[in-house]
């Protein structure tokens, strides 16, 4: 006896409503066999052992409401979309009054396209339910079917029984504009704005129509209206800015843009208003005077926002002031939604102004915020590596090269670790750092002409160094340190002649170079040219070269 209540309570929860009182024992049992592995079977992911149960316990008992439904559903979800309309109707129409039921046969008819059957679907469900959210959904239905006339009659029945409001003018507008019924999608407007006069954003929506049509005259007048009523309405003022900015009346455009950045938008609006018009040169000869004026009315409106300090910085970077654009990025650091780009930005001026302690001050910071950040470990390996700093430089490298995902990061990463222990004077981990370099990117050229010229220094191994050195001018043919480089791998080898040839391309490309000035010098007095090679000592030595070497050369 529990049992069987056990059953019956199961499949009053289960089935929605009970068996017939005529269905045999038997019968229903054979069902539920049937039906609850298909259930299982649908819980475990098993699409196509449920639907050979679901079938099963339909051919005992082709009625059942929710096996029909079940049944659809992982068809449906099978995309086999229409034998899943088949039982998704069945199940419908067994049981109208089920939500499930219904929703579930309204996706299949839409995702089927069966745009007629669904608008009769939902013209029934609301002549049964008088629920206005069919006719909303029977308007989106008859657009789908190519109805718009239809959708627009659902539409004004809707509005009929819940009012005007925002979205059903709004689906209205869009429709006669379709229709290119401009008049009529004026007064849909009209009428909204006459429900809700308060509001200055429907207003807004009008003058937008107005000036999308050409009809600039109205939508001005109803921008200034709106700035009448609201001045700090900074909506109405970038429409107004946008416009003068069309017509190249500069200073009305400068004014409402002004006052859009003074007004009550939210920053994204003003950021947006602004940067339009940044790389413009819109304003001419005033562009940056401008521009830079504008960012400052923009920090002090939203003073704790970092939008406004990135912008004054990028102005001051562009204007080759990195010290004060620095400044400003340190700013946006400081606000919430600064975020590692302020780092990055403030990184760069470091770099550009080439003050070593400070990359080096800034990069360890920004570790600190963004431990994933590789180019964090870069900046810092880098700055020691000018500092001579070399083991700071490799562990650093050590800590962060785990995190640099992108190939080409990596390898340069590695490249410097080989720079690093070249100078520390640790060549095993300085080779096996340029082998992983370019086992990462074979395409670095950098790494190919360091490991080459350390090489080539250390006079080791100069048939790698050459082929090495080959490569990266292939890949770099106008990189005037790559042709040295060979050169002085050729003269490490006693082959002066091609040496010299490839020395002076290099200066040909960089005339200046210090370095590359005394390897002629060297190349020279090995071809006997001692004169010539003075000359090129003494030059070096003028651009700046001081090392022990050159003053003995040049004193022999």
Not at 485 to 498: A, C, D, F, R, V
Request: proline content about 3%; some cysteine; overall charge neutral.
């Amino acid at each position: 006896m529990k049992t069987r209540i056990l059953i019956a309570t199961i499949c009053f929860l289960v089935y929605g409503t009970c068996f017939a009182q005529d269905i045999p024992e038997q019968t229903r049992q054979n069902f539920d066999t049937h039906f609850f592995n298909g259930m299982k079977e649908k819980m475990q992911g098993n699409t196509k052992e449920a639907v050979n149960e679901f079938k099963k316990a339909l051919h005992i008992i082709p009625t059942q409401a929710n096996a029909n439904f079940q049944l659809s559903t992982v068809l449906f979800a099978e995309r086999k979309g229409t034998e899943a309309e088949i039982y998704a109707e069945k199940a419908y129409q067994l049981e109208k009054t089920n939500d499930w039921y219904a929703q579930n046969l309204l996706d299949i008819y839409k995702y089927n396209r069966n745009y007629a059957a669904a608008e009769l679907f939902l013209a029934d469900r609301y002549k049964t339910s008088k629920n206005p959210d069919f006719l909303y959904e029977l308007s989106f239905i008859q657009l789908q079917n190519n109805a718009p006339k239809k959708a627009i009659k659902s539409l004004n029945q809707l509005e009929k029984k819940v009012g005007v409001s925002e979205d059903i003018t709004k689906q209205k507008e869009q429709i006669y504009l379709q229709l290119n019924k401009l008049p009529a999608a004026i007064r849909e407007l009209e009428k909204l704005i006459a429900k809700f006069p308060q509001n200055q954003q429907y207003r807004g929506a009008l003058a937008d129509l107005y000036l999308s049509n050409g009809k600039e005259k109205e939508a001005i007048s109803i921008y200034n209206s709106i700035l009448k009523v609201e001045p700090q309405n900074s909506y109405a003022a970038f429409a107004l800015s946008d416009y003068y900015k069309l017509k190249n009346e500069k200073d009305s455009c400068f004014h409402y843009l002004k006052k859009g950045l003074e007004g009550n938008g939210n920053i994204k609006s003003k950021l947006s208003a602004f940067t339009s018009i940044i790389p413009s040169n819109f304003f001419g000869e005033k562009q940056n005077t401008f521009c830079d004026f504008l960012a400052d009315v923009l920090i002090q409106t939203n003073p704790e926002n970092a939008g406004p300090y990135l912008i004054k910085g990028d102005l001051q970077l562009e204007s080759r002031k990195p010290d004060k654009a620095r400044e400003f990025y340190l700013k946006a650091s400081e606000q919430n939604d600064g975020g590692l780009i302020a780092w990055e930005q403030i990184l760069q001026c470091d770099q550009l102004m080439a003050d070593y302690k400070l990359i080096l001050e800034d990069a360890k910071k920004t570790n600190e915020l963004f431990p994933t950040y590789a180019l964090g470990y870069y900046h810092s390996a880098f700055a020691s590596i000018q500092l001579k700093a070399y083991n700071d430089a490799i562990t650093v490298i050590q800590m962060g090269i785990e995190f640099a995902e992108e190939s080409n990061l990596r390898s340069q990463m590695y490249a410097m670790m080989g720079d690093a222990a070249n100078y520390a004077k640790r060549y095993g981990l300085s080779d096996s750092a340029y082998t992983y370099s370019l086992e990462t990117d074979p395409s670095n050229a950098y790494a190919l002409n360091n490991y080459a010229y350390y090489l080539s220094l250390r006079e080791e191994n100069l048939d790698l160094a050459d082929s090495l050195s080959k490569r990266s001018m292939i890949l770099d043919p106008e990189n005037a340190s790559y042709a040295d480089t060979y050169g002085w791998i050729l003269y490490q080898k006693k082959e002066y002649e091609s040496a010299l040839v490839y020395i002076e391309k290099s200066l040909e490309k960089a005339p200046n170079n210090a370095e590359v000035n005394e390897h002629l010098g060297d190349v020279l007095f090995k071809l006997g040219k001692t004169q010539e090679a003075k000359n090129a000592w003494k030059k070096a030595k003028d651009l700046g070269a001081d090392s022990v070497e050159l003053l003995k050369k040049l004193k022999q």
